[in-house]
């Protein structure tokens, strides 16, 4: 499988603040990432697909400017929440794409964003 | 597009039963299907999958059918643990796309 990490796990910050979540690929490049929300208590919620080199294509629903996505090199994908407000907290996740296999999904350890 | 049905949503069982969860799909063209455990405040993690031209897969305590006739497929774990404890979410995948449509999730409770 993939290693896929998350920086950072979790996160305090202050209505109207932007906030940075980085997601990697730990032992191979993915020219596609995936964004994803999830509420307590619910299940997964794509937001956007990460493309390296080009623009992030974002679900119906999903704000490209509150929710700017930056896919800045092979193994890096950067999401920002800007002007964060409390209905913004959530658990953030990302995903790599399998080698080979790219049905396969590998997940990062998620970030906890609570905006106060 | 897509849309998958999981059941039960909270499953309560005593150390060593065995726990079945079972997910209905919608689209025909659906040929891949992963099964993710999530703990609490982690990642979902990857514990078994089935393509569609197998009709089970056994890893383990952990087993995967697949009646694609009845587009339904179900995640089978034996010997319970309480270590097994977690969220389980089935998905399904179409027609060659990369992304899966989740089912709701499954909440395992194993009791010692």
């Known amino acids: 499988g993939a290693v896929v990490s998350q920086h950072p796990s979790r996160v305090i910050c202050k209505s109207g603040t932007s906030v940075k979540i980085e997601c990697r690929s730990l032992?191979?490049?993915?020219?596609?990432m995936f964004w994803y929300r999830q509420f307590p208590k619910q299940s997964l919620m794509l937001m956007a697909t990460?493309?390296?080199?080009?623009?992030?294509?974002?679900e119906q629903g999903v704000e490209k400017d509150k929710f700017l996505i930056n896919h800045a090199s092979l193994t890096l994908s950067t999401l920002t929440v800007t002007s964060a407000h409390p209905e913004d907290s959530s658990f953030y996740i990302c995903?790599?794409?399998?080698?080979?296999?790219?049905?396969?999904?590998?997940f990062g350890p998620g970030t906890r964003l609570l905006v106060l | 597009g897509e849309n998958v049905e999981q059941h039960p949503s909270t499953l309560s069982v005593q150390e060593g039963d065995s726990a079945v969860i079972k997910c209905t799909y919608s689209?025909?063209?659906?040929?891949?299907f992963p099964w993710y455990k999530q703990e609490l405040g982690k990642g979902p993690q990857l514990i078994i999958d089935?393509?569609?031209?197998?009709g089970e897969k056994k890893d383990q305590r952990i087993a995967v059918t697949l009646n694609k006739t009845a587009k339904h497929f179900s995640l089978h774990i034996t010997e319970t643990q309480p270590e097994d404890s977690a969220v389980y979410f089935c998905?399904?995948?179409?027609?060659?796309?990369?992304?899966?449509?989740f089912g709701r999730g499954t909440s395992l409770i194993v009791h010692p």
């Open positions: 995903s790599v794409p399998g080698l080979g296999l790219k049905e396969t999904q590998y």
């Open positions: 032992d191979f490049q993915a020219t596609t």
């Open positions: 990460s493309n390296e080199g080009s623009k992030a294509t974002y």
């Open positions: 689209d025909s063209a659906s040929n891949y």
């Open positions: 089935i393509r569609s031209n197998v």
């Open positions: 998905a399904a995948n179409g027609g060659g796309s990369y992304i899966p449509t």
